[in-house]
T-cell receptor, first 110, second 114 residues
Framework: RKEVEQDPGPFNVPEGATVAFNCTYSNSASQSFFWYRQDCRKEPKLLMSVYSSGNEDGRFTAQLNRASQYISLLIRDSKLSDSATYLCVVTPPPGQNFVFGPGTRLSVLP | DTEVTQTPKHLVMGMTNKKSLKCEQHMGHRAMYWYKQKAKKPPELMFVYSYEKLSINESVPSRFSPECPNSSLLNLHLHALQPEDSALYLC?????????????FGPGTRLTVT
C-alpha cells in the first residue's frame, strides 16, 4: 500500500459546484497534514494546513480523521481559478520528510 | 515575504557538463530542501538541510551534489547527468525541519539533459 493515496481524478465540475477530495495515509503515527495546489508547470503552493479540529479558509474546508487515516478538502462555489492539481501532504515519523500524494486534478468549467 | 527564488529558470546541459542550480530565501528559515518532479508526478524529496547541515539524503546518485553555503542559500551541483534526470527541480524552505512547519517552494528550474 502506498504511503499516501488520493482520489485519482480528474474532476471536471461546473463553476459554482461543490467538490470534495479525499486522501488516505498508511502510517498511523503521521504527524502533520497539508493541502497544496499546483498549477500546470508551476511550483506547489500551500493551500492550508489540516488540524485535528478541522479548519476553514473562505470557500475551503479541510478535515482530518485520524481514526480512519484520511484527510479531506472541500471546495465550495468553485471558481475557474480553482483549476489545478491538489496535492495531499503527510509527514510520517520522525517528522522531517514531506510525503506527497499523487495529486488530484481539478478542472472547473464555465 | 514568503518568497523562495531559484536560478536559472531553465537549463539545458549535455551529459558531460557541470552546472549548478541556486536557491535563496530571506525568511530566516533554517531548513531547506531539494525536490525533483517529473511530469504528472508529485515532487520527490532529494535532500534536506537543517541549520546548514545535510540531515537527509534520499539515496540520490552522487552526480547530484548539494551545498549550503549559508542559511539563506542552497546550491545543487550537477555533473555527468543522464537524460532521465531531466525534470523540474524545486527548492523549498521551512522554519525548521520539523513536520509542523509548512514548506514554501521556489518556482523551480526546468532542467533538460541532452
Amino acid at each position: 500500500r502506498k504511503e499516501v493515496e488520493q482520489d485519482p481524478g480528474p474532476f471536471n465540475v461546473p463553476e459554482g459546484a461543490t467538490v470534495a477530495f479525499n486522501c488516505t495515509y498508511s502510517n498511523s503515527a503521521s504527524q502533520s497534514f497539508f493541502w497544496y495546489r499546483q498549477d500546470c508547470r508551476k511550483e506547489p503552493k500551500l493551500l492550508m494546513s489540516v488540524y485535528s479540529s478541522g479548519n476553514e479558509d473562505g470557500r475551503f474546508t479541510a478535515q482530518l480523521n485520524r481514526a480512519s487515516q484520511y484527510i479531506s478538502l472541500l471546495i465550495r462555489d468553485s471558481k475557474l481559478s480553482d483549476s489545478a492539481t491538489y496535492l495531499c501532504v503527510v509527514t510520517p515519523p520522525p517528522g522531517q520528510n514531506f510525503v506527497f500524494g499523487p495529486g488530484t486534478r481539478l478542472s472547473v468549467l464555465p | 515575504d514568503t518568497e523562495v527564488t531559484q536560478t536559472p529558470k531553465h537549463l539545458v546541459m549535455g551529459m558531460t557538463n557541470k552546472k549548478s542550480l541556486k536557491c535563496e530565501q530571506h525568511m530566516g528559515h533554517r531548513a531547506m530542501y531539494w525536490y525533483k518532479q517529473k511530469a504528472k508526478k508529485p515532487p520527490e524529496l532529494m535532500f534536506v538541510y537543517s541549520y546548514e547541515k545535510l540531515s537527509i539524503n534520499e539515496s540520490v546518485p552522487s552526480r547530484f551534489s548539494p551545498e549550503c553555503p549559508n542559511s539563506s542559500l542552497l546550491n545543487l551541483h550537477l555533473h555527468a547527468l543522464q537524460p532521465e534526470d531531466s525534470a523540474l527541480y524545486l527548492c523549498a524552505s521551512s522554519q525548521e525541519a520539523r513536520s509542523a512547519y509548512e514548506q514554501y517552494f521556489g518556482p523551480g528550474t526546468r532542467l533538460t539533459v541532452t
